[in-house]
């Protein structure tokens, strides 16, 4: 999703000027909305493909049950050859089965959020002008307004939950900016400490300034880029907790 930082300054500056516990990302997402630009060409979420378990996989998940049949020694001790031999062939073998754990949970992430997808888009909740994320997806579920899916018979749901959008201040963007004029020095040099590192106590202070906020308005959407809200999928129970 394409999208312009506007500052807005429509929150209670005078809190965050006494608040030492608002970080300086906190501040600028409380600042600041986001407008969308003319959406771009949507990258559409795929299916993963489908794919044969290897047969080194297949012969380390035979293993695993002789895994959990090993135990440490009795005494203390330095393990013997062949031990030792035993425990680099199970850690290998943990460490096959991990890969392959962790590449299937991804995808079943994947399948379940193109399911989302799918309904989302059959129900109309999602069109053409509907954000995404980078693997393609629908950004219909909200923070704290999750979407479920009900799985029958198990007292279970698949949800796909949302964290917030944060703005985070860009020392690139800031250098790019002082370098081709469009921020002056004055402002460069109001938000970086004396070794020209953005500073966020002083970037702070540059935003709630009274004198200072108008040029804080400016600068804002000139270095802060805006860190997208990460989609995710749990498995969760369908009973509300008592």
Not at 109 to 121: G, L, M, P, Q, Y
Not at 207 to 222: M, V, Y
Request: proline fraction near 6%; charge should be positive.
């Amino acid at each position: 999703m394409t999208t312009a930082l506007v500052p807005t300054f429509t929150a209670d500056v005078a809190v965050y000027a006494t608040d030492g516990t608002t970080s300086l990302a906190e501040m600028l997402t409380k600042l600041v909305t986001t407008t969308p630009a003319a959406p771009a060409k949507p990258t559409v979420s795929k299916m993963p493909a489908v794919t044969k378990v290897p047969d080194d996989l297949a012969q380390a998940l035979g293993q695993v049950p002789a895994v959990f049949k090993c135990v440490a020694p009795a005494t203390r001790r330095a393990l013997r050859a062949t031990e030792l031999k035993r425990l680099l062939e199970e850690k290998r073998t943990l460490d096959a089965v991990q890969t392959a754990v962790e590449r299937r949970r991804k995808e079943i992430s994947e399948i379940v959020s193109t399911h989302f997808d799918v309904v989302s888009e059959n129900t109309g909740t999602a069109t053409d002008l509907t954000p995404r994320d980078g693997k393609g997806h629908y950004r219909t579920a909200q923070p704290g307004d999750r979407e479920e899916q009900l799985i029958d018979g198990t007292g279970m749901m698949w949800t796909r939950e949302a964290t917030a959008d944060t703005n985070t201040p860009s020392q690139a963007l800031l250098e790019q900016g002082l370098a081709d004029g469009t921020i002056s020095r004055a402002d460069y040099l109001a938000v970086t400490a004396p070794s020209r590192v953005l500073d966020e106590d002083r970037f702070r202070r540059f935003l709630l300034g009274r004198r200072t906020r108008s040029r804080a308005a400016a600068l804002i959407p000139k270095i802060t880029t805006l860190v997208p809200g990460r989609l995710s999928i749990h498995l969760r129970s369908a009973t509300p907790a008592a």
